[in-house]
Structures are given as C-alpha cells and as structure tokens.
C-alpha cells in the first residue's frame, strides 16, 4: 500500500472518531429528555423555570425608606416627648429604671462627663463655665434628688426648657439609664442638698474620673 493512501485511512478515521465522540455527546443532551425538561413540560410544575425575575434595586424612584413609627423587630420604645415636654410626667414617673446601678457607674461616669459636666459641672453642681452662662441648674437641688429615675431619663431624652435634648445622642436606652445612675451617684456623694441650693462651689471633692 503506498504511503498516501495510508495517511488518507489514517486520517479519515481520525475524523470519523471525533464525529462520533461529538455527535455522540451532542446527541445525547439534545435528544435525551433531561428530568427537568419533563417536569417544565407539565404546567404547574414549570413555575422554577419561568418564574418572575426580582431586580431589587431595578426602580430607582422606589426609595427603601422606612415609614415613619418603624421599630426595630427587637421591639421599640414608646415616644412620650409631646407629653412630657407639656409639663405631664406622668409616664416619665411610670418608667421602671431596668438595671443594676452599681454595674454601669463606670459607662455612666464617661458618658455624663461626655454630654453633662459641660454645662452641669463635673460634680453636677452647674458650676462650669457654661453652666453660668446657660443658667443650666444643679442636679444636688433637694428638687432634682426629688426626681424620679424615669423624669431624670426622659429629661436626657427630650431635653426640657433650654436644656436641649440628649436622646438623638445618647441614643442607647442602656446608655440613657447609666447617666441616671450616675447623677445618682453626684447626689449621694455631695453634701445634703440645703447647703446646695445657693450658688456656692461644691463641698465634696470631685468623684473620682
Ligand atoms: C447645653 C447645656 C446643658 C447640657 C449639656 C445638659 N443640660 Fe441639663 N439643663 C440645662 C439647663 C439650661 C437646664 C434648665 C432647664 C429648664 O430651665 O427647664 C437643665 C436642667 C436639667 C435638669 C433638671 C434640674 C431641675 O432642677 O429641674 C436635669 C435633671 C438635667 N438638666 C440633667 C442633665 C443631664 C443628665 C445631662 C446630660 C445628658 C444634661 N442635663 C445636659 C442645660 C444643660
């Protein structure tokens, strides 16, 4: 035989292989029906297969606002800020002071020098500077001891009078209850109140920081 016409047999049969291996593989995804052909076939089961395409973010003039009065799923807290800035506590001397003083004096130390001592003095005595200034008033008063936990929170949450509020800052209620705790504290640590009431510097050494 002579050369060529082997190369031309070797070759010829070389294609041939491929054909079928290809047509083959071809053949059998084309024509064999896979299963999920046949359930699509059926109408009520093709709804994966033509379902409706969701593009989240497809509308821009649909903005993913929450309505006002959303409350985180953990639940929310009530506003009664109409209320207690009309004058009424009643709902203020409702609030039950939820934790254990003693466990958030040091959250509660940083966080009143962080928001309070700026107007209210670092012993609560409104001594500051800006204090003066503002007419902010001292918490060692026999009236501000007099206070109930829920008014000294709402009054950090609402603010009241000149004083602005402090709840859109201190906005964790933990946080709000530790400042109570602490002015708590001022007032246990300084001199009983009658000496308080006129605008003398404070008695007491300063709490320790
Ligand atoms: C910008 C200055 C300023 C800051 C900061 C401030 N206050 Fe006041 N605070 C005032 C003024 C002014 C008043 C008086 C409000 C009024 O006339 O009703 C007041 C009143 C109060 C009263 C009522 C005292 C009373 O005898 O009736 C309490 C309690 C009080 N503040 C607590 C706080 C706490 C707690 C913070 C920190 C979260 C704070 N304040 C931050 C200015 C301030």
């Given at each position: 035989?002579?050369?060529?016409?082997?190369?031309?047999?070797?070759?010829?049969?070389t294609?041939?292989?491929?054909?079928?291996?290809?047509?083959?593989?071809?053949?059998?995804?084309?024509?064999?029906?896979?299963?999920?052909?046949?359930?699509?076939?059926?109408?009520?089961?093709?709804?994966?297969?033509?379902?409706r395409?969701?593009?989240?973010?497809?509308r821009?003039?649909?903005?993913?606002?929450?309505?006002?009065?959303?409350?985180?799923?953990?639940?929310?807290?009530?506003d009664w800020?109409?209320?207690?800035?009309?004058?009424?506590?009643?709902?203020?001397?409702?609030?039950?002071?939820?934790?254990?003083?003693?466990?958030?004096?040091?959250?509660?130390?940083?966080?009143?020098?962080?928001?309070?001592?700026?107007?209210?003095?670092?012993?609560?005595?409104?001594?500051?500077?800006?204090?003066?200034?503002?007419g902010?008033?001292?918490?060692?008063?026999?009236?501000?001891?007099?206070?109930?936990?829920?008014?000294?929170?709402?009054?950090?949450?609402?603010?009241?009078?000149?004083?602005?509020?402090?709840?859109?800052?201190?906005?964790?209620?933990?946080?709000?209850?530790?400042?109570?705790?602490?002015?708590?504290?001022?007032?246990?640590?300084?001199?009983?109140?009658?000496?308080?009431?006129?605008?003398?510097?404070?008695?007491?050494?300063?709490?320790?920081?």
């Amino acid at each position: 035989m002579p050369k060529r016409t082997v190369l031309t047999v070797l070759t010829a049969l070389t294609a041939l292989t491929a054909l079928t291996a290809f047509t083959g593989c071809n053949w059998y995804y084309d024509k064999v029906p896979s299963p999920d052909d046949l359930m699509k076939a059926i109408p009520w089961f093709d709804h994966m297969v033509k379902s409706r395409t969701v593009h989240p973010y497809a509308r821009a003039d649909l903005p993913r606002n929450t309505v006002p009065g959303t409350v985180p799923i953990t639940g929310g807290e009530a506003d009664w800020a109409a209320e207690f800035l009309s004058g009424n506590t009643a709902t203020a001397d409702r609030l039950v002071n939820p934790t254990v003083p003693d466990a958030t004096l040091a959250q509660g130390d940083t966080l009143f020098h962080t928001f309070c001592a700026v107007c209210h003095g670092n012993t609560g005595a409104a001594d500051s500077p800006i204090g003066r200034r503002v007419g902010a008033l001292s918490l060692l008063t026999d009236k501000a001891r007099g206070y109930s936990d829920g008014y000294l929170y709402s009054i950090v949450r609402y603010g009241r009078g000149l004083m602005p509020r402090y709840g859109d800052k201190v906005y964790r209620h933990g946080d709000r209850w530790a400042i109570v705790n602490y002015v708590r504290k001022l007032q246990a640590a300084a001199a009983p109140a009658a000496a308080m009431t006129s605008p003398t510097p404070p008695t007491s050494p300063s709490p320790p920081r």
